[in-house]
């Protein structure tokens, strides 16, 4: 217990003091991101009927977006562990800029492609370095530090739909553009971001490199595969919300394009609550027990979900929502303690790991719900929670006490 009590003092010193400022802008900025993106997954069904697409193509749409940013995504991380580069956030707003222009002006199926990997490269370079400068803002409390950042992106991820449910859907695809714009002030608040973190990187420096596994590596390797597949299952199921919620609410129960966008922002802002709940539940009972309590407790929801109807369909997302974000925050600090000094790569693994589990199982389920139906496709996803019965596997409290 002398390493991990040791291992755990380096990695919460504070900086100097904590600076909520910088956390809150950080998060701000995550929402502001991922309204963004989420903006181009909700008017699918727009784009959809305008440029005659099948299932598999909007499948692919979401593969450009979240491949391109999980494959950089890593390696980003692992070069700002060794060499900082704050001011790079900024230049991440600035390629999502890029790519919002060309989906506004895209004319063609290859242009949606292009402007999606563009948003992606964006989202690449962003998540990172700011997870980083967020834990680096934490003084010491790096659960609450992942939740509130993972909160911004989760809000922006809800606000998304609502966005293009009475911005896009009625003026057309033209008017991604004046998104561009949200961009431009993320790029402005993060370049004073960069700034203090320079600053704050400077005063830190070489405090936690360097420092052995506070477990053996075959144990470490052990809990990050399952951590891995935890994030699988989690967002497996969450891109099959992303995807094709809107097109499963319209086929089954016959609402409207901006009704169908209603019932996502419910799924999305109940998941953003959820983030913010499991690092406050993290903090107090630790994250293995938030990770159990979010796999496995949403099953009986996830199992019922298909036969509900319309009414039963938004109550059990919303629960799903709720209780299946919480384990995210949990699952990226469990990771970073495991794994002292490498921050930025382990954010890139993880958030990585994110978008391209959800990406190819984008693709896959698009061609699923062509061939046997959307309906379909949330029969199978509901049986996705049961992997979290591999919680089983991560180290114990009396191993390393996690908890923040």
Wanted: glycine share 10%; proline share 4%; net charge positive.
């Amino acid at each position: 217990m002398t390493v991990l009590d040791s291992s755990r003092a380096a990695l919460r010193t504070p900086v100097a003091s904590a600076s909520l400022a910088v956390l809150l802008a950080v998060s701000f900025c995550h929402l502001l991101n991922d309204v963004m993106q989420s903006l181009f997954v909700a008017i699918y069904p727009m784009l959809k009927e305008a440029y005659r697409l099948d299932f598999w193509q909007i499948g692919l749409l979401t593969m450009a977006f979240q491949i391109t940013a999980s494959l950089l995504q890593p390696f980003i991380g692992h070069y700002t562990d060794k060499r900082p580069v704050p001011y790079s956030t900024s230049v991440g707003m600035g390629s999502t800029f890029a790519g919002l222009i060309l989906l506004a002006s895209a004319t063609s199926y290859a242009g949606l492609l292009l402007g999606a990997a563009a948003v992606g490269v964006g989202s690449a370079i962003f998540h990172p370095e700011s997870s980083r400068i967020a834990r680096l803002a934490s003084g010491g409390r790096h659960g609450l530090a992942q939740s509130l950042f993972q909160l911004g992106g989760n809000f922006g991820t809800a606000i998304g739909p609502l966005l293009a449910a009475f911005i896009v859907v009625p003026h057309g695809q033209g008017s991604i553009a004046w998104f561009a714009a949200i961009a431009l002030v993320a790029m402005v608040i993060l370049w004073k971001v960069g700034q203090w973190s320079t600053i704050a990187g400077a005063r830190r420096a070489g405090g936690t490199h360097g420092m052995g596994l506070i477990h053996s590596r075959k144990r470490t390797a052990i809990a990050l595969a399952v951590l891995a597949v935890l994030v699988f299952s989690k967002n497996i199921y969450t891109a099959s919300f992303a995807s094709f919620y809107t097109f499963y609410a319209i086929h089954r129960f016959g609402v409207s394009v901006q009704a169908s966008q209603l019932m996502l922002f419910a799924f999305l802002g109940a998941s953003a609550v959820g983030t913010i709940l499991g690092g406050l539940f993290g903090d107090r009972f630790g994250p293995k027990m938030v990770i159990w309590f979010s796999i496995l407790g949403c099953l009986p929801f996830s199992l019922a979900l298909p036969y509900a109807d319309l009414t039963w369909t938004i109550v059990l997302s919303i629960l799903i929502g709720l209780i299946l974000s919480s384990a995210f925050p949990a699952i990226v600090v469990f990771a970073q303690e495991l794994v002292p000094g490498r921050v930025g790569m382990i954010a890139g693994i993880f958030f990585g790991a994110a978008f391209g589990m959800a990406g190819i199982a984008a693709a896959v389920l698009g061609i699923v719900a062509d061939a046997k139906g959307v309906d379909y496709v949330y029969g199978i996803c509901s049986y996705l929670p049961f992997l979290g019965l591999l919680t089983v596997f991560l180290p114990g409290p009396e191993r390393a006490n996690m908890t923040m």
